[in-house]
């Protein structure tokens, strides 16, 4: 059984693309009135659902083996085929009379689905267009974002590669544009609920599984181009007792503090600032009757101050 609890996760994103936004030339994400990068809770997600894959496990979000992509048809389908393999049994195609054991063996195939959730396409009698049934995951994050200001910069590159015209290949090479920022402490809130987790059988080693997937997932999946330069910094997770207690958004206690007199826009690796949580560790101890334990990972480098977790049962996250 798992506990109601918060997440708070952060890493930095040095001369990369954190999260590219295709509907704006795959520049990274920005709020441009606040200068604060954003980073999508799908892009999280996938690192830990790569993760998983890495290590043998099957999740809802993916292509198929031989790297052809699929729809959530394509792929509920996939898996009633399994289904049947393993079992000999019809998974059903129908809403009514879809087989309730398909459904357990679904949620204790794909971690993804216990931790993040799933919509399946799934047709009920009679309706042509066909219905959905859905799984809300245990654990859901918000966007994440920088704590402090941040520029875009671009380059444009150039490749050896000979460029295509009408009459087929040209002689000449080809350009494009490389956008990225130069540093970003990036900032994530999650939570978990320990009811929805009940619905839909998530564990404790779940949990475990996901902070592995946080911290080693972003090492192992950030090794593109675009994406290589990420760095888990920090992570905390809050166990309630009981129920949820009004922390509200654990980032709101943070601040970041730049040394020897730099600009926060100036900030350009983990040496050039503190992080600041004298505000956290208040809202902290304010619920400390309400808090059954805390567990932590920080990174060496990273230069911390004002988090004082004494007097609270305190787990260490080893990486």
Sequence with gaps: MVANAEILYLYEAKDTNPNGDPDAENRPRMDYVGQRLLVSDVRLKR??????????????????????????????EDLKGLYKEETGRDAGAK????????????????????????????????????????????????WGYSL???????????????????GGKGEHGTFGKDHRVHYALIAFWGRVSKRRGEAVGLTSEDLEVLEKGLLEGLLE?????????????LYLRVDWKEGFRPMGDPRDGLSIRPVEGKAPEGIRSVRDYVLQAHALSESLNSLRESIARVRLWQHPDLQLEGL?????????VNL
């Design 47 to 76: 690192y830990v659902r790569d993760y998983l894959l890495a290590r043998g496990e099957d999740v809802w979000v993916r292509s198929r083996e031989d790297g052809s992509r699929t729809d959530a048809d394509g792929r509920l």
């Design 95 to 142: 809403k009514k009379d879809l087989d309730p054991e398909f459904l357990a063996w679904y949620l204790r195939r794909l971690r993804d689905v216990r931790l993040f959730g799933a919509v399946l396409p799934i047709k009920a009698e009679g309706e042509s267009k066909g219905g959905t049934g859905q799984f809300v995951g245990a654990v859901q994050f918000d």
């Design 148 to 166: 402090h200001p941040v520029e875009v910069y671009t380059a444009t590159i150039s490749s050896v590669f000979a460029g295509r015209t009408e």
């Design 221 to 233: 999946g950030a090794t593109t181009r675009s994406k290589v330069g990420q760095t888990p910094r």
């Design 308 to 316: 004082n977790l004494s007097g609270l049962s305190l787990e260490e």
